[in-house]
């Protein structure tokens, strides 16, 4: 049944006033009147420990599209999808020796600085609106829109009043700022991991009832002997989930560029560990990695324990789309659903707070890049540090008002709300991964070769998306690089996987940022490097112990689940 009873909104309650009011507190101990106001409330700056770090990092990347999408592709094409999740845990670790370092010996707090003191001001500036317009038109309104499809689907609220209640509640949150966004992240977090494993306890506990049986082990055990294929983590060519997955990619290909790219090219992650000093920023990103190797166990194994419940005759409407078609992203909503009075308002809580805290996270992160990046440097150079929360905060209430307007238009809950996010996303991340790890580690790349990344890397992933449906690439299906695809109109045609797809144009972008850097280098192009030590890359033995633990675990992993 989706709605909500009584003790239900009692428990969802008690986690409202438990964030506003902690929020509140945070709040009302920050010094709004000191010097570095603005970097207080874009970065809080050397306030947030290595544990609020850590939790934050997760609290911002876990939302709608993992709980709602990712189960969904749990449903669908099973543990595999869980390579987003188990790969990030490694790639934190990578962010955090070589990538955080660089950031905080140059005093880098936002990611157009970094391209305008690496390269030139025409492509950060370039680069700021970019993300603005991904942010907006992309992240901020696939989190919101799928968020309040969930809502709706566990309560039967109204999917309009779902949005503008997640949208005001990350108002209210995010205004505080990053400080009270770094600390209430802790107790959504705290939510988001007790509620989900409750709903995944409970799920697996359905499936072994299906054998007679009771208790997780035993679920477990079930769904392995039952849904087999859905315990692999790399397909085979001739599996119909190959596209979204293709293969040894995951491991060795684009699987990297969209983590490498998210985890340490992207404002909206970064930001939480550029206030902090080295040793607590590193010790927060690999608590965040550990985290990372939970999270298949709150969002991926629900969406398999759904697929082996329908296949044995049960969800049969309840997993239908409005359309009569079977919808794996009404996986999650439908598991919440099963579950008893008060269970249930802590797991809604726990999707509640997952949504909210990206929410905040990211609308904060649009506030700092318009206002340090277009509003302090284009529109008002002269604009003093309250001046500028101001309009921070201001930022963030238009951001969200934007969202809410254009998201019901998108058709994000028809395209698959989490590979909508990575396809649209890695139209410029290849470019932007380019720019960034040639302008980290060779000091002659140039600015317009960065201009080519920017923009060409752009056209490229255009090129690749639609190029095969117009031209016979039979070449690459044979070399494991095409695939044929069923469109829309029903007819097939050949695609190049976006994972792949993203690894070709991020190879081609080096390449020409190398040709068109020495090119610069001969006419004696003057190119700015940043302040780069070796020493700088060297970690604790506490830190290389936790990298050693978390390597071995994804090693298992994979050994056992291949």
């Known amino acids: 049944m989706n709605s909500l009873q009584i003790y239900d909104y009692i428990v969802f309650l008690f986690y409202f006033f438990v964030v506003a009011g902690y929020g509140y507190y945070v709040y009302r101990l920050k010094t709004n009147n000191s010097a570095s106001a603005s970097h207080n409330f874009f970065l809080a700056e050397g306030s947030l420990t290595w544990w609020a770090i850590g939790t934050s990092l997760i609290a911002s990347n876990i939302s709608s599209e993992q709980f709602i999408a990712m189960s969904g592709n749990g449903f669908k094409m099973g543990l595999a999808i869980a390579t987003y999740e188990w790969m990030a845990a490694l790639t934190l670790i990578i962010v955090a020796v070589f990538f955080i370092p660089v950031y905080l010996k140059n005093k880098i707090y936002t990611m157009p600085q970094f391209l305008s003191e690496r390269y030139n001001g025409n492509v950060a500036m370039i680069m700021a609106v970019f993300w603005l317009l991904l942010y907006v038109i992309v992240n901020l ?30 108002i209210i949150i995010a205004l505080g700022g990053m400080k009270v966004i770094g600390y209430t992240d802790v107790i959504q977090v705290v939510f988001l991991i007790f509620g989900g494993l409750v709903t ?3 799920a697996l506990d359905k499936v072994a009832e299906l054998n007679g049986q009771s208790g997780v082990v035993e ?86 324990a759904a697929y082996v419940l329908y296949t044995k005759g049960g969800l049969q409407t309840e997993m239908l ?6 919808n794996p992203d009404r996986s999650y909503p439908v598991l919440l659903n099963l579950l008893p009075v008060g269970l249930k308002g802590l797991s809604f809580a726990a999707l509640t707070a997952a949504v909210v ?38 930022t963030v209430v238009v951001a969200m008002l934007l969202a809410v307007i254009i998201a019901p238009f998108l058709g994000i809950d028809k395209k698959g709300g989490f ?74 045609a050949y695609e190049i996987p976006f994972l792949d797809r993203m690894g070709f144009v991020f190879l081609i972008c080096v390449v020409f940022m190398v040709i068109i850097s020495l090119i610069d280098h001969k006419k004696g192009v003057v190119v700015k490097g940043l302040e780069i030590d070796t020493k700088m890359f060297k970690v604790s033995n506490g830190f290389a112990a936790g990298a050693m633990i978390v390597c071995g675990v994804l090693v298992a992993l994979y050994s056992i689940f291949w």
């Open 141 to 170: 309104t696939s989190i919101l829109y799928l968020g309040a499809l969930a809502i709706n689907g566990i309560s039967g609220i109204e999917i309009n009043l779902c949005m503008y209640g997640l949208a005001f509640f990350s």
């Open 200 to 202: 995944t306890y409970l």
């Open 219 to 304: 679920g477990f055990n079930y769904m392995m002997s039952q849904s087999s294929d859905h315990f692999h983590m790399i397909f085979k060519k001739e599996n119909e989930n190959y596209p979204s997955l293709p293969g040894l990619t995951v491991l060795f290909g684009g699987m990297w560029i969209v983590n490498l790219n998210y985890w340490g090219c992207n404002q909206y992650i970064t930001q939480r560990a550029l206030g902090a000093d080295l040793k607590t920023a590193r010790s927060g990103i690999l608590f965040a990695a550990f985290l990372k190797l939970l999270m298949p166990v709150i969002v991926v194994l629900p969406g398999i």
């Open 321 to 326: 789309g409005p359309d009569g078609i079977i």
């Open 357 to 394: 805290a990206s929410l905040a996270g990211k609308v904060n992160s649009i506030s700092t890049i318009f206002t340090l990046d277009i509003f302090k440097k284009k529109i008002q150079p002269e604009a003093s540090e309250l001046k500028m929360v101001k309009v921070g905060k201001i």
């Open 419 to 492: 590979e909508f996010i990575q396809e649209y996303t890695g139209f410029v991340s290849p470019g932007i991964f380019a720019m960034f790890i040639l302008g980290f580690f060779w000091k002659k790349t140039s600015s317009n070769a960065a201009m080519f990344a920017t923009i060409g890397g752009f056209i490229l992933s255009v090129i690749f998306k639609f190029l095969p449906r117009f031209v016979n690439l039979e070449f690459l299906s044979s070399s494991g690089f095409s695939t044929l695809v069923e469109q829309k109109d029903k007819t097939m």
